[in-house]
């Protein structure tokens, strides 16, 4: 039986498509925008259709498969504040480099913009207070994905208090998390022809300028895949660690490799806990550790995340303020707990994170077709991330057990 394409392939045949015909017909781009864009614009509306319900059940199930915290106690709680730490560094990085090079991204001209600039400037307490929801359906009808996540971690947390029923709420909230998974899943089926009839008008109305910015985006978000690593985990490693850098890296190096072909945090699993033991981990810290990891640890989608969301706003000539860009570094932290295990996770991510701050969700199509390429990167950055807070959570019970 003829083995059948794998989806990356088929989005990135369709963006080296669009690409072509959106050159062809750079003479008459009204076509493509009149009979092309709106398929588009129907695959769009799926995403944001299905990405508020599948945040919040994700995020929700998350939370309650937590409830295993509760018996490795201080391990629990090390794992998620390093984990949590971790990934607000790692979009932060993602922005203040994007940042400080966005000025070699192009402004693309678009007959269809769907950002509005806010009026009225707002303060970080604004923000504070606009996190936490008044109404339980404004969030979802607003597409407000911070008040959605808190939304689902106050009832998560609610469940796991309702020990009783435990087995009852779980298992519902495991099903509806799976239905909305299997939909996303359905609807990335159709990433291909919506990358195609996104991207194809983008070209038409500028022509071949928009391919260099893909090279240059994919730089930058390398830079910042290194610079996470380099600096972050050595100090890590170093400091809480107790552990050289340089045989961190060198031991986990078979990891490393397996993670960038494979793009897959859970297939590179077995290795990484192997790599992780013979640097001295201790077995019952990193059977807990990594797993949880891969299912919540994001740091490599956090940077991809930042890059890509001043990349799309740099496209599209908006400028990100302070509160737009902390909104974005607290939405990818926090989505990162309930996004990880979905298929496609990244461009999930990234349409999330551009609602939350209002840019257009159009400029996924601008970065889909080389997703594959940042994939291999972000998931090296993952999984070595894991294996970093194995390192330093062993370190840190060795030495609460010698007090």
């Known amino acids: 039986m003829k083995k059948k394409m794998a989806l990356s392939t088929q989005i990135f045949i369709a963006m080296v498509l669009?690409?072509?015909?959106?050159?062809?017909?750079?003479?008459?781009?009204?076509i493509a925008t009149k009979y092309v864009k709106p398929f588009g614009t129907i695959f769009l509306n799926l995403i944001k259709w299905i990405v508020c319900p599948l945040v919040f059940f994700s995020i929700m199930a998350g939370v309650v498969s937590l409830r295993d915290i509760r018996k490795v106690g201080t391990i629990g709680g090390q794992t998620v504040l390093y984990y949590l730490c971790t990934t607000a560094f790692a979009v932060t990085i993602g922005l203040l480099i994007a940042n400080l090079?966005?000025?070699?991204?192009?402004?693309?001209?678009?007959?269809?913009?769907?950002?509005?600039?806010?009026?009225?400037?707002?303060?970080?307490m604004d923000?504070?207070?606009?996190?936490?929801?008044?109404?339980?359906?404004?969030?979802?009808?607003?597409?407000?994905?911070?008040?959605?996540?808190?939304?689902?971690?106050?009832?998560?947390?609610?469940?796991?208090?309702?020990?009783?029923?435990?087995?009852?709420?779980?298992?519902?909230?495991?099903?509806?998390?799976?239905?909305?998974?299997?939909?996303m899943e359905m609807i990335l089926k159709l990433s291909?022809?919506?990358?195609?009839?996104?991207?194809?008008?983008?070209?038409?109305?500028?022509?071949?300028?928009?391919?260099?910015?893909?090279?240059?985006?994919?730089?930058?978000?390398?830079?910042?895949?290194?610079?996470?690593?380099?600096?972050?985990?050595?100090?890590?490693?170093?400091?809480?660690g107790h552990m050289n850098p340089v045989t961190f890296f060198k031991g986990m190096m078979p990891a490393i490799v397996l993670a960038f072909s494979s793009a897959s945090s859970v297939g590179t699993l077995p290795l990484n806990m192997k790599c992780v033991q013979?640097?001295?981990?201790?077995?019952?810290?990193?059977?807990?550790?990594?797993?949880?990891?891969?299912?919540?640890?994001?740091?490599?989608?956090?940077?991809?995340?930042?890059?890509?969301?001043?990349?799309?706003?740099?496209?599209?000539?908006?400028?990100?303020?302070?509160?737009?860009?902390?909104?974005?570094?607290?939405?990818?932290?926090?989505a990162s707990i309930g996004t990880a295990g979905v298929p496609g996770a990244g461009m999930v991510m990234l349409a999330m994170v551009l609602q939350s701050v209002g840019l257009p969700v159009e400029g996924i199509a601008l970065v889909a077709g080389v997703d594959r390429i940042f994939d291999m990167g972000r998931t090296v950055v993952n999984i070595t991330g894991d294996s970093s807070c194995a390192i330093v959570v062993s370190e840190l019970q060795r030495g609460r057990a010698a007090r």
């Open 278 to 334: 013979k640097l001295g981990a201790d077995k019952e810290v990193t059977s807990f550790v990594l797993p949880l990891g891969a299912t919540i640890n994001m740091d490599g989608t956090a940077i991809y995340q930042g890059v890509c969301c001043i990349f799309i706003a740099s496209c599209f000539g908006i400028e990100l303020t302070l509160t737009q860009m902390l909104t974005i570094v607290l939405t990818a932290t926090l």
């Open 127 to 183: 923000t504070l207070v606009g996190i936490f929801p008044s109404n339980f359906i404004a969030p979802f009808a607003n597409a407000n994905m911070l008040q959605i996540i808190v939304a689902s971690l106050f009832i998560g947390f609610a469940l796991i208090l309702i020990r009783e029923r435990m087995d009852i709420e779980f298992t519902a909230v495991t099903i509806c998390n799976d239905i909305c998974m299997k939909i």
């Open 192 to 240: 291909p022809i919506g990358v195609f009839c996104l991207l194809c008008p983008v070209v038409a109305e500028n022509g071949p300028a928009v391919l260099g910015s893909l090279a240059k985006v994919l730089l930058i978000a390398y830079i910042c895949y290194f610079l996470h690593m380099a600096v972050v985990y050595s100090l890590s490693v170093k400091l809480l």
């Open 18 to 30: 669009a690409i072509i015909v959106g050159i062809l017909l750079t003479s008459n781009a009204a």
């Open 101 to 124: 090079t966005k000025g070699i991204f192009p402004v693309l001209s678009t007959t269809d913009l769907s950002y509005t600039p806010s009026a009225t400037s707002v303060n970080f």
